[in-house]
């Protein structure tokens, strides 16, 4: 294997000439996928890859045909639309088929077929219609680190019935170099393949190796899924132009926004491939969502438009620079939009769905996350002055643990809005009922009302002026055939902003 550097200095040597010919063997071996669903649209998902952990999948560099079947049922004998779609090496031979003129509230069954293979069936199903007022179960979840366990929470999400959509927050890969098992930490349960994520190829490679998983995909073919991207599918703490290695005691090598610019834009680029989302929010995917008048739903880009956390990053006691009231979390641009599809808004429950601790959380210390919404307190402020008076939850993850809280713009001050952060499907390995130092957080936080320290997912119902949270577990990762249990339950109901027990 040749270092590091050779690689990077010398690509065509080692990722090779264009190979003339796709390889042979199994070609659907990333699964499918359906995404964006709207009440008349959907996005349907695969990608191409005979070799999946090699740069170009296996699949050289010329195009490829695929057919594909929307049907009823699912031996396909109802076919509802068919046609045929080109993968260009380009998108790394990935299909993001946008259909529209649909009708609302319909399950559907797709697959694909190439080079005489057809792909596994895909169950989805559109939005109910506008005028739709039951209930809408959804699911939300995140942090799936390959190396931390395996995904048997996804198979359990898979089988959750009458599911209107899954909310994949982010962090749907990681992108460090892989451990060995026995490395300190975490335990390793499976390792990475190659070094730090860098460039395309290295990202690429990454998303397929997630996306081979069977648990996975048994998720993606299960239910239509919203995601969005963290950091980690591109730098752990990266923050808008700006990369986590900024010169300081902590990351003594300074990466310039120019250096930064091409690994964020591989980064992204290789989520958008390997997701079901539209082509307009392959760069910045704020985007907006209505299941009937139950609620709609606001995705937000905490990433990509923010300003650099304050103070140094990571748990401070805030300084000056935390309290500058021109702080971006979300960008002039995405707050404008917020603000706009707020005061429009005719759903019952408005609910943010986003990436970071919005609560106020103090830690020990009086230490505060500079990565979070307490290290951008002008910006949260704004964001809750938009909410105020609104029927609001928001859908969290990024800590790898389970919690539930008031959204307030003071510590203890009046709730605005329900708080339901997602623990990790995976990440930071086999749980226990309670982090160490958790106890000491609640007390410290007492609006902070549920924690959990199991990996899973969150089971969501909006149903009148009731909705509900139900912290989906499994007690381990670190091997298959975890069975599901239920951590805790918390609700939040209409004209009573915060979370009250269920
Ligand atoms: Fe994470």
Do not use: K
Not at 7 to 17: C, F
Not at 183 to 210: E, F, K, M, N
Not at 493 to 499: E, F, I, N, Q
């Amino acid at each position: 294997m040749l270092p590091r550097r050779f690689v990077l200095a010398l690509p065509a040597l080692v990722l090779g000439t264009p190979r003339s010919a796709p390889a042979s063997g199994p070609i659907f071996t990333l699964g499918v996928a359906s995404g964006e669903p709207r009440p008349d649209s959907l996005v349907l998902w695969t990608r191409l890859a005979p070799l999946p952990l090699e740069p170009d999948g296996g699949m050289g560099a010329a195009p490829a045909e695929l057919g594909w079947e929307l049907a009823e049922d699912e031996g396909f004998q109802r076919i509802h639309r068919s046609g045929r779609v080109t993968a260009t090496a380009d998108e790394a031979h990935s299909v993001h088929l946008e259909l529209d003129g649909l009708p609302p509230g319909r399950s559907f069954f797709f697959r694909f077929h190439a080079r005489g293979e057809a792909s596994p069936v895909g169950r989805t199903r559109t939005a109910p219609a506008p005028e739709h007022d039951g209930p809408v179960r959804f699911l939300a979840g995140g942090c799936q680190n390959w190396e931390h366990g395996v995904f048997t929470a996804w198979a359990h999400a898979a089988r959750e019935p009458d599911i209107a959509f899954v909310f994949h927050y982010g962090d749907s890969i990681y992108e460090r170099a892989g451990r060995l098992p026995g490395a300190s930490g975490v335990p390793v349960v499976r390792s990475h393949q190659g070094g730090d994520c860098l460039t395309l190829a290295d990202y690429r490679i990454r998303h397929a190796q997630y996306r081979t998983d069977p648990d996975l995909q048994s998720l993606h073919a299960a239910h239509p899924v919203i995601a969005s991207y963290d950091d980690h599918e591109v730098e752990n703490n990266w923050a808008g132009d700006h990369s986590q290695q900024d010169g300081s005691r902590r990351f003594p090598r300074l990466v310039t926004p120019e250096e930064f610019a091409p690994r964020r834009a591989a980064g992204q680029q290789a989520w958008w491939e390997h997701m079901p989302v539209a082509r307009a929010a392959r760069d910045g995917a704020y985007r907006r969502f209505r299941f009937g008048r139950t609620l709609a739903l606001h995705v937000l880009d905490t990433r990509r438009f923010r300003d650099d956390q304050p103070c140094g990053d990571g748990g401070q006691t805030p300084c000056p620079a935390a309290f500058n009231p021109q702080a971006q979390m979300l960008g002039a641009a995405q707050e404008a939009w917020l603000r706009e599809g707020l005061s429009h808004a005719n759903a019952r429950w408005q609910v943010l769905a986003q990436q970071i601790f919005l609560s106020q959380r103090i830690l020990a210390g009086d230490r505060r996350s500079m990565d979070s919404w307490d290290g951008y307190p002008a910006a949260r402020e704004r964001l809750l002055a938009m909410l105020r008076g609104r029927d609001c939850a928001v859908l969290t993850g990024d800590v790898h643990r389970a919690w539930a809280g008031d959204v307030a713009a003071e510590p203890g001050g009046a709730p605005v809005a329900a708080e339901f952060v997602a623990t990790s499907i995976t990440s930071e390995g086999d749980g226990s009922d309670m982090q160490r130092g958790a106890a000491e957080i609640l007390s410290r936080n007492p609006w902070l009302r549920f924690h959990s320290n199991h990996r899973g997912y969150t089971r969501h119902e909006a149903c009148g002026d009731v909705l509900e949270a139900r912290f989906m577990a499994v007690p381990f990762v670190s091997r298959p055939g975890a069975p599901l249990l239920e951590a805790g339950r918390r609700v939040a109901l209409a004209g009573r902003p915060g979370v009250v027990p269920g």
